[in-house]
């Protein structure tokens, strides 16, 4: 019996090692096209500090790969690989890139390339983004130019063209001009990151068009006008980071529609309250930071029927009135930023004690509030310096 499992055994690993063979066989046999293979060789050349990395990698779907670069068999042809991603960045070379790096429309000789990402290369020599060359990029799904300081210039509107295009993210660049708003045709695009750049004149209302986005970053810009009403018909968001602008206006009503929204970023800009109450129907939502806005107006109450915030920064905002006694209620709650309003009242003694053991972070610091500042001990020692009560006159602590 044990002769026959050993033989068994035996007999797998055989049939193993010889599919194993087979398997390299086949990928000898297989090639990429020509073309293709001389357009990714182009765009190496335009982008990193090694004239011999064609030399080193004349098969680089194959026996001689490369880390940033990623291939698949073709669909028509399975003898054919097809370059499909380009990934350049610090993780995958040193120095990321040459002094004169530049985007090659030896591109267009990539027609099956699905994602370029370009991280921390364009730091010396300005680069510009092409008017036409994106919008010939067909099967391109995951768009990544980021952290490049020398990236200047307008985002193209041919970017509108690339129909399946699911990610797009230029952060941390120096791109200027308005936002395209043929941007608002991507309608099967999923995230939107257009953060740290700048940015100007308005959002426009065509973003609406994004019916399947779920993220939209443009923060750290210096975008002006209203957020546009047309962003509560994007059922799918999760988050909006629309901080650090020049925004005005209020807060659209329709946002509330956004039933799956968790990060509601306002923060930094202009905008006016009050804050609406239809806000209420966004049971998701974690994070509101709306600080630095003249909001002028009182705490609203709907706010305690969000059973799932766990961060809430309305500082500088010109809030009046009393604290309100349902922040003991939100039970996830951990950072609570009140401080520089103009608050009156005491202090409810509730925001000390159970169920709000997770808070972990409160500042009520440069108000108008007054009395006794009732909290556990346990409370006062646990928070530390992350309890900060300073600037109240009258409050007794």
């Given at each position: 019996?044990?002769?026959?499992?050993?033989?068994?055994?035996?007999?797998?690993?055989?049939?193993?090692?010889?599919?194993?063979?087979?398997?390299?066989?086949?990928?000898?046999?297989?090639?990429?096209?020509?073309?293709?293979?001389?357009?990714?060789?182009?765009?190496?050349?335009?982008?990193?500090?090694?004239?011999?990395?064609?030399?080193?990698?004349?098969?680089?779907?194959?026996?001689?790969?490369?880390?940033?670069?990623?291939?698949?068999?073709?669909?028509?042809?399975?003898?054919?690989?097809?370059?499909?991603?380009?990934?350049?960045?610090?993780?995958?070379?040193?120095?990321?890139?040459?002094?004169?790096?530049?985007?090659?429309?030896?591109?267009?000789?990539?027609?099956?390339?699905?994602?370029?990402?370009?991280?921390?290369?364009?730091?010396s020599s300005p680069v510009t983004l092409s008017p036409t060359l994106f919008g010939a990029l067909s099967s391109l799904e995951h768009l990544a130019l980021?952290?490049?300081?020398?990236?200047?210039?307008?985002?193209?509107?041919?970017?509108?063209?690339?129909?399946?295009?699911?990610?797009?993210?230029?952060?941390?660049?120096?791109?200027?001009?308005?936002?395209?708003?043929?941007?608002?045709?991507?309608?099967?695009?999923?995230?939107?990151?257009?953060?740290y750049n700048n940015l100007s004149g308005e959002i426009p209302d065509e973003i609406g068009g994004m019916i399947s986005l779920t993220v939209l970053d443009?923060?750290?810009?210096?975008?002006?006008?209203?957020?546009?009403?047309?962003?509560?018909?994007?059922?799918?968001?999760?988050?909006?980071?629309?901080?650090?602008?020049?925004?005005?206006?209020?807060?659209?009503?329709?946002?509330?529609?956004?039933?799956?929204?968790?990060?509601?970023?306002?923060?930094?800009?202009?905008?006016?309250?009050?804050?609406?109450?239809?806000?209420?129907?966004?049971?998701?939502?974690?994070?509101?930071?709306?600080?630095?806005?003249?909001?002028?107006?009182?705490?609203?109450?709907?706010?305690?029927?969000?059973?799932?915030?766990?961060?809430?920064?309305?500082?500088?905002?010109?809030?009046?009135?009393?604290?309100?006694?349902?922040?003991?209620?939100?039970?996830?709650?951990?950072?609570?930023?009140?401080?520089?309003?103009?608050?009156?009242?005491?202090?409810?003694?509730?925001?000390?004690?159970?169920?709000?053991?997770?808070?972990?972070?409160?500042?009520?610091?440069?108000?108008?509030?007054?009395?006794?500042?009732?909290?556990?001990?346990?409370?006062?020692?646990?928070?530390?310096?992350?309890?900060?009560?300073?600037?109240?006159?009258?409050?007794?602590?």
């Amino acid at each position: 019996m044990a002769s026959a499992t050993f033989f068994f055994v035996g007999f797998l690993v055989l049939a193993g090692e010889a599919i194993a063979l087979q398997r390299k066989d086949d990928l000898s046999e297989m090639e990429m096209d020509e073309d293709e293979l001389l357009g990714l060789f182009e765009v190496m050349s335009s982008l990193i500090e090694d004239p011999g990395w064609g030399r080193a990698h004349p098969e680089p779907c194959t026996e001689t790969p490369w880390p940033g670069v990623e291939c698949e068999i073709g669909e028509d042809d399975p003898s054919i690989f097809h370059v499909t991603k380009v990934h350049i960045g610090p993780d995958i070379i040193t120095p990321t890139c040459k002094i004169s790096a530049n985007i090659s429309d030896a591109l267009l000789k990539l027609p099956y390339l699905k994602t370029l990402s370009i991280f921390n290369c364009f730091v010396s020599s300005p680069v510009t983004l092409s008017p036409t060359l994106f919008g010939a990029l067909s099967s391109l799904e995951h768009l990544a130019l980021y952290s490049n300081p020398t990236l200047s210039g307008e985002i193209p509107s041919s970017l509108a063209e690339i129909a399946d295009l699911r990610v797009l993210s230029l952060s941390q660049n120096n791109l200027q001009g308005n936002i395209p708003k043929e941007l608002g045709r991507l309608v099967n695009l999923e995230q939107l990151d257009l953060s740290y750049n700048n940015l100007s004149g308005e959002i426009p209302d065509e973003i609406g068009g994004m019916i399947s986005l779920t993220v939209l970053d443009l923060s750290w810009n210096g975008l002006q006008g209203q957020v546009p009403p047309s962003l509560g018909t994007l059922q799918l968001l999760q988050k909006i980071d629309l901080g650090s602008n020049k925004l005005v206006g209020s807060i659209p009503p329709a946002i509330g529609k956004l039933s799956r929204l968790v990060l509601l970023d306002l923060s930094q800009n202009c905008i006016n309250g009050p804050i609406p109450e239809t806000l209420s129907g966004l049971q998701q939502l974690q994070y509101l930071i709306v600080y630095h806005n003249p909001i002028n107006s009182r705490i609203p109450l709907f706010l305690g029927t969000l059973q799932n915030l766990t961060s809430i920064s309305v500082s500088e905002c010109g809030l009046t009135g009393p604290i309100p006694n349902f922040f003991s209620s939100l039970n996830t709650l951990t950072a609570l930023s009140l401080d520089n309003n103009n608050l009156s009242g005491t202090v409810p003694p509730s925001l000390g004690s159970l169920p709000n053991s997770m808070l972990d972070q409160l500042n009520l610091s440069h108000n108008q509030l007054s009395g006794e500042l009732q909290f556990p001990e346990e409370f006062i020692e646990r928070l530390g310096e992350r309890l900060d009560v300073r600037g109240n006159d009258k409050l007794c602590t």
